[in-house]
Antibody, heavy 114, light 112 residues
């Protein structure tokens, strides 16, 4: 059974950082292209970043508006993908999902507020 | 960026009736390989989005055959035949032809 479990969300002040983790199981992680997608309080879905697999040199793509603040990474030995988020803004408040193909985790809530 | 625009449903939809959800893209999603790079998702209340349809018309594993996807390069339709209680939620279309991947704003389905 495919599972994706996000952790690391919480309440953070504007300007601070947070690192999200996504632990996976049930599929061959090392060849999977992994994504982070967020859902705003208004229910809008926003794709953030993708990291490809080793055969594609771990090529990374970002949404322009988070490039330079967010960093996606992966650890194939742990079947995990990460999202480092720096200089957080109130508009980054959302549920953050990691996804692989048809599969989504349950999401982790990030609230940016003073 | 490719803009995805979804239409609204005349809610609530009577149980057993059919419902069609529209989605329009600002650029053709038809690739030269003949495939159309469009997904449909359903997000039930309190759940993560679930993939229903990919390549515009291919049902994901385990998805009821009451769901069908169709369209052209820029205009798409998700049809739900004989709407049931489990179909309630918000439907999203998404293009995966280009980066950034972009989603429509969602279409809510309510049951009568």
């Amino acid at each position: 059974e495919v599972q994706l479990v996000e952790t690391g969300g919480g309440l953070v002040q504007p300007g601070n950082s947070l690192k999200l983790s996504c632990a996976t199981s049930g599929f061959t992680f090392s060849t999977a292209w992994m994504n982070w997608i967020r859902q705003t309080p208004g229910k809008r879905l926003e794709w953030l970043a993708q990291i490809e697999d080793k055969s594609n040199n771990y090529f990374i793509s970002y949404l322009e508006s988070v490039k330079g603040r967010f960093t996606i990474s992966r650890d194939d030995s742990k079947s995990s993908v990460y999202l480092q988020m720096n200089n957080l803004k109130e508009e980054d408040t959302a549920i953050y999902y990691c996804t692989w193909f048809a599969y989504w985790g349950q999401g982790t809530l990030v609230t940016v507020s003073s | 960026d490719i803009v995805m625009t979804q239409g609204a449903l005349p809610n609530p939809v009577p149980s057993g009736e059919s419902a069609s959800i529209t989605c329009q893209s600002s650029k053709s999603l038809l690739h030269s390989n003949g495939k159309t790079y469009l997904n449909w998702y359903l997000q039930r209340p309190g759940q993560s989005p679930q993939l229903l349809i990919y390549w515009m018309s291919t049902r994901a594993s385990g998805v009821s055959d009451r769901f069908s996807g169709s369209g052209s390069g820029t205009d798409f339709t998700l049809k739900i035949s004989s709407v049931e209680a489990e179909d309630v939620g918000v439907y999203y279309c998404q293009q995966f032809l280009e980066y950034p991947r972009t989603f429509g704003g969602g279409t809510k389905l309510e049951l009568k």
